[in-house]
């Protein structure tokens, strides 16, 4: 959508869209609210990247009219497994999971930002590429975006959803508190023989380093492996000796399909807030990829920011939204840290206190709701804020409206639509 011409002025300026960027844009244009998304890429990212969405990103996603087209694109997986080596230590149900959607869906990143922008799109809205921000001013009135095009954009508030390196966030002067994890962490999709097959989230411990094996759609893999010393673009040999020695006998690679490698932070935003600039996603927080919950955080800010935008409750994003990012950013660094120790008595005294919580039912509830989020449901987010908004397309070209939704779906003209069977 490059040829589409920049507005001179709008409500809310939407810096990034990838998913948190896209979500909050499908909750404003499903409110009526007036706002323009930029970003700086010709075309959407097409790599895989974050491939889990938890239950409670799909209720969000429901909310949003995006939930069953996802779902159709995904694998649902009901277990997620805690093992030491071969030992298995714990097994995670997520069936009994009070949602309608009692599973975590596997389904790559791209897909997600497919199904979010054709919900877009079905609601008379679009991305504006490729524009990238390089400065952002705000005074009493508003906010100016000048893009390297030399373009300007006025609004009353920016939205920084624009990553980790977040050009709002560095204008806003908020700090991006934490660290960095020494080690890097290799992921990988392939085509494998995987002896525990395709029905479970595999989370393997290892003094060399944690690994997480998730199935995907069309046969694949997702391998996810924290590596002290990794290259650039791990090949297919080298997924099969860091298998080999995690999970010994158990994995035979035949073909690799996309591979990665990543540096991970663990740093929570000091503020979502600094007068008419706000921060959602990974602008606001980053974290280790155990429990894949990066995206499906910046989902739900991008949903809840939209709900504050329409509703005018500004303050309350971030009391209810940082707490949420610093509560996943303390678990995954401490189940990073639990599962790569090298310390033998720590590593003991782990084995031994999980295979025992393992065996009660209120615990695995408990780590359940935790990684599907569904504890995060919050006042603004559990009533839909859409219902009773009607959409305006004064913000965006024309587009296909009416897409099909279906049960508890909100329909293109912002109303709560009858189930569909
Ligand atoms: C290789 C890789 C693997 C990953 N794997 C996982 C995983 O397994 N599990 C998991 O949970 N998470 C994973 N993540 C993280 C996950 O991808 C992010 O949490 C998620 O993309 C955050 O979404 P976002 O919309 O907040 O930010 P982003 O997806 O980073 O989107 C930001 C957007 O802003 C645009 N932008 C940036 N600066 C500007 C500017 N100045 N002007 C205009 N546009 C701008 C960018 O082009 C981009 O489209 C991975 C990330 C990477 C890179």
Redesign the pocket.
């Known amino acids: 959508m490059g040829s589409m011409d920049l507005p001179v002025r709008t409500r809310v300026a939407v ?7 896209l979500a909050l844009a499908v909750t404003l244009a499903s409110a009526g609210v007036d706002f323009v998304v ?4 010709a075309a959407g ?1 097409n ?1 895989s ?4 969405v938890h239950a409670r990103t799909l209720e969000v996603l429901a909310e949003l009219g995006a939930a069953e087209g996802l779902i159709a694109r995904g694998v649902p997986i009901n277990t997620f497994t805690v093992h030491d080596g071969s030992r298995r230590l714990l097994r995670v149900p997520f069936d009994r999971l009070p949602t309608p959607y009692p599973f975590t869906l596997m389904v790559p ?1 791209y897909e997600t930002e497919a199904v979010l922008l054709a919900r877009l799109r079905a609601l008379g809205a679009d991305v504006h590429r490729p ?3 390089d400065s952002v001013v705000q005074d009493p009135a508003g906010v100016t975006l000048t893009m390297t095009t030399g373009q300007t954009l006025r609004a009353e508030f920016v939205v920084g ?4 390196d ?2 709002v966030r560095a204008a806003s002067g908020i700090g991006f508190t934490g660290s960095a994890y020494l080690e890097s962490f290799v ?1 990988a999709d392939v085509e494998m023989d995987w002896a525990p097959g395709p029905e479970e989230v595999a989370l393997t411990f290892g003094a060399a380093g944690l690994t997480v094996v998730a199935p995907l759609p069309g046969g694949h893999y997702r391998v ?1 492996a924290s590596v002290d010393d990794a290259p650039a673009t791990p090949d297919l040999r080298f997924v099969q000796d860091l298998l080999d020695e995690r999970a010994a006998g158990r994995a035979t690679v035949t073909a690799l399909a996309w591979s ?1 490698r ?1 540096r991970v932070h663990h740093r929570l935003a000091d503020h979502y807030r600094a007068g008419r600039l706000l921060l ?4 606001a927080h980053v974290h280790s ?1 155990a429990g ?5 955080t ?1 989902i739900q800010d991008g949903f809840a920011l939209g709900a504050a935008l329409i509703t005018g409750d500004l303050d309350r994003y971030e009391s209810e939204r940082r707490p949420v990012a610093q509560r996943v950013v303390r678990f995954t660094d401490r189940m990073t840290r639990m599962a790569t120790t090298r310390n033998r008595g720590v590593r003991l005294a782990r084995n031994v206190a999980l295979t025992l919580l393992g065996s009660i039912p209120s615990f695995r509830l408990k780590l359940a709701t935790e990684l599907a989020e569904i504890n995060y449901r919050s006042p603004s987010d559990t009533t839909s804020i859409l219902t009773g908004h009607r959409p305006t397309r004064g913000n965006a070209p024309s587009g296909p409206a009416g897409a099909s939704s279906t049960r508890g779906d909100v329909n293109a003209e912002g109303q709560r639509v009858a189930a569909q069977t």
Do not use: H, I, W
């Open positions: 810096v990034g869209g990838g998913p948190t960027g930029v970003d700086r890429l990212a790599t990247r974050a491939a889990v990143q524009y990238e921000v959803a624009d990553g980790m977040s050009a992921l996810v990665s990543f959602a996603g990974d602008a990829p894949g919950q990066g995206m499906n910046g």
